[in-house]
């Protein structure tokens, strides 16, 4: 067990090497380094990879006794992990690698020049590598499901379309119906310096009681959380000057992430468990600071003085006006603006095409065409820009596919989570008076010093003693727009 | 030819990770991150030195037919360092490692305490495995040797102390002589806000014509520069508030190194002859564009007019006053801080004390006393405070013996390269102007370009066409010296 533990402790450091290269390509490194980047990181890579699979560690899984529930769970993960990828031929893995690389810089070009045909070819074989990846990877009856597994253990597209399915027309009605209410005036559109912004979110992320001395904000053009190695937790913002929210929730939603990764036990530490219990826990977990805790009207209270202190003419709005302003739904093109209602319909749509193209019902060429008249039906908008529709993201062509339900499974999580803790926890009082340390204790106690022991929708029964309910999500939203507006829902 | 390249380009691929490690160390990693940190660093550093020491590369380097200049130096310089290297015992070479890096975390502590007890254990252990390796790595006549020729391969000590000794006494007369003209004023002396300092410092990194697509400046306790990967390097300077000079020539003494790394061929990227020729001649570089350069008279009639629009307090002084003012000599305790006259003495002191240590003429136990014995005979002054003496520098402690005279060779190296310049290029005219062009090709065709394909001695001779003498280092600094003072030399 002690020479299993070694080995994967080894194998982080080299992972830790490459999240550090990662980092540093997106926040310092001067810009004609890149392509050298790309290649050293592919080398390590592939090293961990190699080792990820090796008969050595197949060996050390074979033999190892694990004699704590802890490290019961790092052979069950650890095993699941290696089964899972060993199917994988090597050099299938790396060619699948390779060309989604390349594919994901073909698809900068093409969104820049607003034009499929850059990135179709590649695009179509990155397809057709996932597709085979899924038939070694293994499924029962549908070869998403391998894929999804990657991302989210043990979720199946079928569950999906159960869940997503009401969640859909469900979303559609909260918009109709906050719509009919009339427009919202934003306080946030306005300019907004961006020296004043880094001052507030400095505040924001000191106030949320960060530990500077294990954490650090940088900024990068797409916002993310990076965990370097022990103790060493990277997030990035944005500053946008003619939106100053974005900033704001970026800082908080990275943050969130940052909570959970700088609470897992030290001693998981580079094992299979030591890490979030799956993508969609750990969005769940940048959602519930984001949106749960960030955008609700406790949370503006809290803040409010240091924000006008810091945003002089936003003193004239009170600070249901500043509530209201970080909550308007209203439909809109890009999914990483979208507010916490639309949010469902943009998951929706490229979990739909995702899901006939992996099952061939979709080919690769369809997908621009698939995607505006999807989105039309969904959101009754024309998409006149292709930057704006299905060249928005890089997760396809980057290969990941699966990945998108984990972002809306995150905040399904998150609202379950959430009517959990209220039974505990005082929630609005704390939240009010700065007090965050009992919220994050018992997020931490329920959830974070749990790592990856447990299977997602196991460690959801455990927190909140219920299986996995989209209710609670669609309760959550009831309330918090009801109490907004004069609706029903 | 081309797999034996392949595994030095992979090799290097792994040692680039390793720099960008210890780069955000030194500058951005949050400081809770540092123990971890230090894992990793051992982990992969052991891995690079395994595959720099492996039967593989052996057999590669056998059987490699090399068919240009380019690679016959690739693989002499290779199989060079194979051969050293492989004679020493990895658990030796680990062991030293090791311990050297305990040390000279106990170095910290013991020259904030002022307490050489607390070092002095771990360093005799240092200093043991040093020999040990000395035996390892082979010599002719002198232990020291095989040490030196880690950092200036070629070099021995008898011709150091050949150099060094009538070197010594030059400059003690020097600083005499410079010493009865009486107290010069130093106009800066006096707090400027690091925010102009830094303004000023990002100016002068334009003004001489830096590649920001390639090079950053960042901050740093210690200013260094690493070449991280291909296009990619970085430097550091520090902001003194009242001690602006360090921050404007640490800038121009990284840029100097940078430049060196720049503009070797990327097609050596990752070879062994795909960087600086040494230790010595990478110093020549910095040390180049730091004094012979920088704190030349026309390189501060270019900048006046800048640097007085950043610190008007500073216009009272006409430009010739500045420039003496970057060239004050006087004696001083601490070798980063010295004048470009009296830092051969600091060099002469650390060679003597380590050159003794290596050959059992003194104890680890006597350096203390040894070293105050030395600097009063060489400085005429005494040392009260310890960290002001023998634990002002990590090198030792960190087990670098050899490495000290390398600086003063990059002083030397660099006047004689001087020297030859001026007899193709009107330096004085394009410095002046600020185009610095010409400078800069001319040491990129006769060094830059070379990568390590020769040693230094006969690069030097290659640039100079001459024999790698002193005589140029004291013209340099006679011409200098009695065109800034009435003296004679």
Redesign the interface.
């Known amino acids: 067990m002690d020479k299993l533990k070694e080995y994967y402790q ?1 194998m982080a ?2 992972s ?3 999240l ?2 990662y980092w ?1 390509m997106q926040t ?6 890149g ?3 790309a ?2 990181i592919s ?2 890579g592939g090293f961990v990879f190699r080792m990820s699979i090796s008969d050595e560690l197949g060996e050390l899984l074979k033999n190892a006794e694990p004699v704590s529930e802890e490290d019961e769970a790092n052979v069950r993960v650890g095993q699941k992990e290696y089964d899972k990828y060993k199917k994988v031929p090597s050099d299938l893995f790396e060619e699948e690698m390779r060309v989604s690389t390349i594919c994901e810089q073909l698809w900068q070009k093409a969104r820049k020049e607003r034009d499929f045909e850059i990135v179709q070819p590649y695009f179509e074989r990155v397809v057709e590598l996932n597709k085979e990846m899924a038939k070694y990877l293994g499924y029962e009856k549908d070869p998403y499901d391998a894929l999804l597994d990657r991302f989210e253990p043990g979720m199946k597209a079928e569950e999906l379309d159960r869940i997503f399915t009401p969640l859909k027309e469900f979303t559609i009605k909260v918009l109709e119906e906050i719509e009919s209410v009339g427009k919202v005036d934003d306080p946030f559109e306005r300019e907004i310096h961006v020296e004043s912004q880094e001052k507030f979110n400095r505040w924001l992320l000191t106030y949320l009681k960060y ?6 904000l ?1 900024v990068s053009t797409h916002p993310f959380t990076n965990p ?5 937790v990277r997030i990035t913002t944005r500053y946008v000057p003619d939106d100053p929210k974005n900033s704001i929730f970026s800082t908080i939603h990275e943050f969130g992430h940052a909570q959970y990764a700088l609470s897992i036990p030290e001693e998981f ?1 580079g094992l299979p468990i030591g890490s979030s219990a799956s993508y969609g826990f750990d969005e769940s977990q940048s959602r519930f600071w984001e949106n749960v805790l960030g955008r609700s009207l406790p949370f503006w209270k809290g803040i409010y003085k240091k924000f006008v202190e810091t945003f002089p003419d936003m003193a004239k709005y009170p600070v249901e006006e500043l509530w209201k302003g970080v909550n308007i739904v209203r439909r809109s093109y890009i999914r990483t603006e979208a507010d916490e209602v639309t949010y469902a319909l943009h998951i929706i749509l490229r979990y739909e095409l995702e899901h006939a193209l992996i099952n061939d019902e979709l080919s690769v060429k369809d997908i621009p065409d698939a995607w505006d008249e999807l989105f039309e039906k969904l959101f009754g908008l024309k998409i006149t820009n292709i930057s704006l529709g299905c060249l928005q993201d890089p997760h396809w062509y980057g290969g990941s596919f699966g990945y998108f339900p984990t972002y809306l499974l995150g905040n399904l999580y998150a609202a379950q989570i959430f009517d959990a803790m209220k039974k505990d926890v005082d929630f609005d009082t704390l939240v009010e008076n700065g007090e965050f340390e009992k919220v994050r204790g018992w997020l931490t106690d329920k959830i974070y010093s749990k790592g990856r022991m447990y299977e997602p929708k196991e460690l959801l029964k455990r927190v909140t003693n219920n299986d996995f309910d989209s209710k609670y999500f669609i309760n959550y939203i009831s309330e918090k727009y009801t109490n907004m507006y004069p609706i029903q829902l």
């Open positions: 080894k450091k080299y830790d090497a490459l550090l290269l540093d310092y490194m001067p810009p004609a380094a392509e050298y980047r290649e050293v080398e390590i530990d500077s001395t294990k954490c650090r940088d370097i190695g022990m103790n060493d530490y």
